[in-house]
């Protein structure tokens, strides 16, 4: 035996007894573990000994599977391992984009999500929020904005479930796309391509409303309003979609945008605790018109939009996304709270003046950090929206992308793949891809202030409600039940790294009955907004 192979037996030997003892320490009941980074390790096996390895996964012809205790070390001896660095480059460069083998989320990027979520979530609304708080008083607004955002949490929940069940069905399929999943890909596993097409479209047109309303609000706070418009617009997209590392850009760019927020709200409220009159607050309570609330408290406090791209920043790792979402909502609820009541306690008639306009016109100390926090909130909403939308525009991208694919397949089959990634992210694909986001949203807008309002009402709380609250329910429902039929669920899913192909994301957001009380309290929800505005159609025509 020459000397270069019998280092490579001994490292071999080494490198079982090493995952053993991890695995002992990280997987104590044998559930496999294949985070972290290639560094060497004896992890792979040749395709030419999988018949004698039962349960282990492929990935593009290497069988991966760490060496744990369920796994018997004279096999792993035995088997002829394929170190990393004896991999040729394309196979090196395949286990790379395997976002099941990257390194856990640091802290700062979970961080950075959190962020990001609570960046998405305070926009121009929240401005106005003590005007709509002071309809039915502080308690019984408050105790209707906590529910909200608890059922928001728990949607959220469900829809990352869906994300992560949706890109591992990514990872086991040869022909699928490695793309990042939006929204519109984890409705075709339920709905089909129609389905697809269909909820892509809702959703980016309730995206662009909400983006039309953001950056109306942003002009508003500018002396010329059509170049206010603009410059705000043009300013995040070109952060957005001038990188090439767009998302991960965007990202810190939004931690400096939201780190500004929380500085100008600090300001805010160091500025206004003293000099507020807080018997306000429980001036006036009135339980029957909370209800009415509640349809702009789902609009302020819903996210669910900026969620596959959480879920791409945190390599689809279940409980740093949960984390991270959890931190970001909560930090924007208590944020809420708190500017609804600063709002109602500084102003004296919040309920008919906007308290943000009344505190602008002033010359208060609460002025200056009351402007740098009017428009941080608002850029923040308007760097989510543009995430959102390039999430669901990569969705139709990479689905005519497909379908090309699939019509030259035996004409071009040898077309480099990376040649294929360099063109999608190309500086002039993501200017196209920009502009196609941001100039009918920026064109709208510019056109009158009184588009704010518009645009608000016409993303109201049926496409929220639908979106973010009946569906999200309905294809966990039914993933769970094919994941069921198919005998392919057994695992969490909440280990870092992302979804593993030994490990399918199940039931992380709860049990079934769980979800379908979710979806059916959206759908009274629903029917209880329909009896209202009905209603008061009605009203308004016997009156008439």
Not at 73 to 89: C, G, H, N, P, T
Not at 108 to 126: D, K
Not at 157 to 166: G, H, M, S
């Amino acid at each position: 035996m020459s000397k270069m192979p019998y280092s490579r037996c001994l490292l071999a030997v080494v490198a079982c007894y090493l995952s053993l003892a991890c695995q002992a320490f990280v997987s104590p009941i044998g559930i496999h573990s294949t985070s972290g980074t290639i560094t060497g390790s004896a992890r792979y096996f040749p395709t030419t000994s999988t018949s004698a390895m039962r349960g282990l996964s492929t990935y593009n012809g290497i069988v991966r599977n760490p060496i744990s205790k369920t796994l018997p070390l004279e096999l792993a001896v035995d088997a002829k391992f394929r170190l990393y660095s004896d991999l040729s480059d394309t196979d090196r460069e395949d286990i790379n984009s395997d976002s099941s083998l990257e390194a856990p989320p640091r802290i700062t990027e979970i961080v950075s999500a959190a962020l990001l979520v609570a960046g998405t979530t305070v926009g121009g609304g929240f401005l106005a929020l003590p005007s709509v708080v002071a309809r039915s008083g502080f308690y019984p607004s408050t105790t209707i904005l906590l529910s909200v955002w608890v059922y928001f949490l728990s949607q959220s929940f469900i829809l990352v479930e869906c994300i992560n069940r949706t890109k591992q069905q990514q990872q086991q399929s040869v022909s699928s796309t490695s793309s990042p999943p939006g929204v519109a890909a984890v409705a075709k596993s339920v709905f089909g391509t129609k389905g697809e097409v269909v909820i892509g479209i809702l959703l980016a047109v309730l995206i662009e409303a909400t983006l039309v309303s953001q950056i109306s609000r942003v002009g508003m706070l500018f002396p010329n309003y059509a170049i206010g418009c603009i410059i705000s617009a043009f300013s995040i997209a070109a952060i957005v979609f001038g990188p090439k590392s767009g998302i991960s850009f965007a990202s810190k760019a939004n931690t400096v945008l939201t780190t500004l927020f929380l500085s100008s709200a600090a300001c805010v409220f160091a500025s206004g605790v003293g000099i507020a009159d807080w018997s306000r607050l429980g001036s006036s309570t009135n339980w029957a018109a909370a209800p009415s609330v509640l349809p702009t408290f789902l609009q302020l406090l819903v996210y669910g939009e900026i969620l596959p791209t959480i879920c791409q920043l945190l390599k689809y790792s279940t409980k740093h996304i949960y984390g991270a979402i959890t931190f970001g909502s909560f930090l924007t609820l208590c944020l809420q709270m708190g500017w609804s009541a600063l709002g109602i306690a500084l102003v004296p008639d919040a309920l008919s003046l906007d308290p943000v306009n009344v505190l602008l016109a002033g010359s208060g100390p609460v002025k200056i950090p009351l402007f740098a926090l009017a428009i941080t909130a608002i850029l923040t909403t308007i760097l989510g929206s543009y995430l959102a939308l390039l999430s669901t525009a990569n969705d139709f991208i990479n689905k005519g992308r497909t379908a090309k694919g699939n019509d030259n397949d035996n004409d071009d089959a040898s077309q480099p793949t990376e040649e294929i990634k360099e063109a999608d992210n190309s500086f002039g694909q993501r200017v196209k891809v920009g502009a196609l986001i941001t100039v009918p949203a920026t064109m709208i807008a510019s056109t009158s202030p009184s588009v704010f309002l518009k645009a608000i009402d016409f993303a109201g709380s049926y496409p929220v409600l639908l979106l973010w609250g009946v569906i999200p329910p309905m294809i966990a429902i039914v993933q769970r039940k094919r994941e069921s039929e198919s005998g392919s669920g057994s695992g969490s899913g909440s280990g870092g790294g992302g979804p593993k192909s030994n490990d399918i994301v199940t039931r992380t957001s709860g049990p079934s009955g769980w979800l379908l009380t979710l979806g059916a309290i959206s759908l009274v929800a629903v029917g209880i907004n329909a009896i209202q505005d009905v209603t008061s159609f009605a009203s308004k025509i016997l009156l008439t």
